[in-house]
T-cell receptor, first 114, second 114 residues
Framework: AQTVTQSQPEMSVQEAETVTLSCTYD???????LFWYKQPPSRQMILVIR??????QNATENRFSVNFQKAAKSFSLKISDSQLGDAAMYFC???????????FGTGTSLTVIP | DAGVIQSPRHEVTEMGQEVTLRCKPI?????LFWYRQTMMRGLELLIY????????DSGMPEDRFSAKMPNASFSTLKIQPSEPRDSAVYFC????????????FGPGTRLTVL
C-alpha cells in the first residue's frame, strides 16, 4: 500500500509570513493525484489544492501553492501571507489511478501567531 | 447541494450498547468512504463502497464493526457492542468517479463510549 508521511506534527508561522508544510509519499505508480486538505477546529475537512502527477507545473490556488518534486516523491504546501484563519490541521493525501482509495498522512497542526 | 450529511453529530453511549452512525452522500457520487479519526492513529479508512458495493473493508477493526449501503443515498456504520476504545470522530466522505476527483467530507460524528 502507498504511504504518505508528514514529518512535521506541528508548525507555527507569524501572521502575514510564509510557511511550508512537508509531505513525502511512496508509490510505484507513475500516474496519481495528490491533495492537501485543511481541517479547522470545526473539524470539517476542506480541499485546499490538488496536483496531478503528470503535470510538471506546480498547482496554485490564491495564497496556496505546492512544490511538487516527482522524482523525490515530495509534495509540500506553501502558504503565503498567512492569515489567522489558516490555523488548522493540514493533511496530505495520495490517490492512485489504479485504486480508488485515498491515503492520508498523519497531519501537521499549523498555528498562526498574530 | 447540501453536502455530505451525517447524523448524529454527537453520540454518547455506554459500553456494550449498539451504536449506529448514518451518512447521506452527495447525490450522483459513486464512492462512499467511512473514516475514523483519533489523536493516536490519525485518519483511518475503515471501508469504502463503489456503487453501493463494499470494495475494501480491510480497515474495519473488528467484527463488532459493520457497514451497509442499501442504496445510493444512505449508508450506516454500526458498532455492536461498543467499547471505550471506539471513542473517536467518524467521518463519511463521498466522491465521483475518477481519480482526479476529491473526496467531500461530512461534518463527522463525535462518538464517546463511557
Amino acid at each position: 500500500a502507498q504511504t504518505v508521511t508528514q514529518s512535521q506534527p506541528e508548525m507555527s508561522v507569524q501572521e502575514a509570513e510564509t510557511v511550508t508544510l512537508s509531505c513525502t509519499y511512496d508509490t510505484s505508480e507513475s500516474d496519481y493525484y495528490l491533495f492537501w486538505y485543511k481541517q479547522p477546529p470545526s473539524r470539517q475537512m476542506i480541499l485546499v489544492i490538488r496536483q496531478e502527477a503528470y503535470k510538471q507545473q506546480n498547482a496554485t490556488e490564491n495564497r496556496f501553492s505546492v512544490n511538487f518534486q516527482k522524482a523525490a516523491k515530495s509534495f509540500s504546501l506553501k502558504i503565503s501571507d498567512s492569515q489567522l484563519g489558516d490555523a488548522a490541521m493540514y493533511f496530505c493525501a495520495y490517490r492512485g489511478t489504479t485504486g480508488n482509495q485515498f491515503y492520508f498522512g498523519t497531519g501537521t497542526s499549523l498555528t498562526v501567531i498574530p | 447541494d447540501a453536502g455530505v450529511i451525517q447524523s448524529p453529530r454527537h453520540e454518547v453511549t455506554e459500553m456494550g450498547q449498539e451504536v449506529t452512525l448514518r451518512c447521506k452522500p452527495i447525490s450522483g457520487h459513486d464512492y462512499l468512504f467511512w473514516y475514523r479519526q483519533t489523536m493516536m492513529r490519525g485518519l483511518e479508512l475503515l471501508i469504502y463502497f463503489n456503487n453501493n458495493v463494499p470494495i475494501d473493508d480491510s480497515g474495519m477493526p473488528e467484527d463488532r464493526f459493520s457497514a451497509k449501503m442499501p442504496n445510493a443515498s444512505f449508508s450506516t456504520l454500526k458498532i455492536q457492542p461498543s467499547e471505550p476504545r471506539d471513542s473517536a470522530v467518524y467521518f463519511c466522505a463521498s466522491g465521483p468517479q475518477g481519480a482526479y476527483n476529491e473526496q467531500f467530507f461530512g461534518p463527522g460524528t463525535r462518538l464517546t463510549v463511557l
